[in-house]
């Protein structure tokens, strides 16, 4: 069985006309997009990326075009696979993203990436920061997972499945946990919270990455949340049907003090 080595990449908040005046902020002081354009000149060729939604916050088809031509400088032959979240709009990344029609639809789909499986599914479309999956996913899921698939699936959403803090987990239209529990998935990638969180759901392993675009963490003496400048994306590696990755931060401070020869 081959490796694969992949890049998991969460919430870029890709600034545009219609983004938030905090965004635009982020965006004037922080500069994301120009750390994502560190991350991928410096990055290994992935075998795929996987974005974990708030991909462009509020934009339109051309924002979700401008954002494909950044990733496309760099790694034009890479798939990319993609769920979408609470700030994304599904049609505008169907057309500029995708280069597809719009379908008034939540955005989900599967993907076979050589003997691997990956499904995306669209927590956002319908409550937007309450991440729920309508019945419609919740029996393409089923369908798709009524089957095994070579090494096996992983599972792209916005929200995470399991949280440890109320309101930021998904909830589904019905009981997913059989379903889950008898299937051939081996991992879940998911963002939203912009702080990374390592777990297992149904004893496989759910990663939560962080967001490359700013930072939120809970201060729960002050029962406050604190957004911060850090940024971070995931380096992973598939080995059969075993998970590890890496978390790299590019922000704050991210300064080169020294290279060596590997
Ligand atoms: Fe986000
Ligand atoms: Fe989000």
């Known amino acids: 069985m081959k490796d694969f080595r992949f890049a998991h990449i969460s919430d870029t908040h890709f600034c545009c006309e219609g983004s938030s005046d905090f965004v635009k902020m982020v965006n ?23 974005l974990t939604g708030d991909t462009v916050h509020e934009g339109e088809a051309e924002d979700y075009k401008n954002l494909k031509a950044v990733f496309d400088e760099y790694f034009p032959d890479v798939p990319i696979y993609t769920a979408l979240g609470n700030h994304d709009r599904a049609d505008n990344f169907r057309v500029g993203f995708l280069g597809k029609e719009p379908t008034g639809k939540p955005y989900y789909d599967v993907f076979y990436h050589d003997d691997l499986r990956i499904i995306t599914l669209d927590s956002a479309f319908h409550y937007g920061m309450k991440g729920y ?3 419609e996913q919740c029996d393409f899921l089923k369908e798709t997972l009524a089957e095994n698939y070579g090494r096996g699936t992983i599972i792209i959403t916005h929200h995470p499945f399991k949280w440890h803090r109320k309101n930021t987990a998904l909830t589904a239209e019905y009981d997913l946990d059989e379903i889950l ?3 051939d998935v081996i991992a879940f990638f998911n963002g939203h919270s912009h702080i990374n969180r390592t777990t297992f759901f149904h004893n496989r392993i759910h990663i939560t990455g962080e967001s490359m675009s ?31 990755f890496q978390t790299h931060a590019v922000s704050p401070d991210y300064t080169i003090i020294d290279t060596k020869s590997m």
């Open 214 to 244: 700013f930072g939120t963490e809970p201060w729960e003496k002050k029962n406050i949340y604190i957004y911060t400048e850090k940024m971070a994306w995931n380096e992973c590696v598939l080995e059969g049907t075993e998970v590890s």
């Open 181 to 183: 529990e008898k299937s």
């Open 28 to 50: 004037e002081k922080y500069n994301p997009i120009e750390k994502l354009r560190f991350v991928l000149e410096n990055m290994a060729k992935p075998d795929f990326i996987l």
């Open 133 to 135: 999956l309508c019945k």
